[in-house]
């Protein structure tokens, strides 16, 4: 079992960053593929980024260039840093683990955070 706690949201202007954590526990962290998540009212939760067990990365065409996703083993940690931010990635970010799995998106989550609220304003 894991348990994931996001946190870092909260309101920036349109060009700024901002720098989201999400918390594992347990203590196979590094054996989890990691992914972020998005969903805006009214729209179905999307991908934005993962990094698997590997360290490799994926993004979804509307964030990359924006956003890079990292991982911390040691510190049980996967951090999404922002920048550019715009009206449109307002959104609650949910952070996600899957087990030894693939980071494409489309790729099943086993475990999920509760979310963290991320608003841009123009």
């Known amino acids: 079992q894991v348990q994931l706690v996001e946190s870092g949201g909260g309101l920036v202007q349109a060009g700024g960053s901002l720098r989201l954590s999400c918390e594992a526990s347990g203590r196979t962290f590094s054996s989890y593929t990691m992914g972020w998540f998005r969903q805006a009212p009214g729209k179905e939760r999307e991908f934005a980024a993962a990094?698997?067990?590997?360290?490799?990365?994926y993004y979804a065409d509307s964030v990359k260039g924006r956003f890079t996703i990292s991982r911390d083993n040691a510190k049980n940690m996967v951090i999404l840093q922002m920048n550019s931010l715009k009206p449109e990635d307002t959104a609650v970010y949910y952070c996600?683990?899957?087990?030894?799995?693939?980071?494409?998106?489309?790729?099943?989550?086993?475990?999920w955070g509760q979310g963290t609220q991320v608003t841009v304003s123009s």
């Open positions: 990094i698997t067990w590997g360290r490799s990365t």
């Open positions: 996600a683990a899957n087990y030894l799995g693939g980071g494409r998106p489309g790729q099943k989550y086993d475990y």
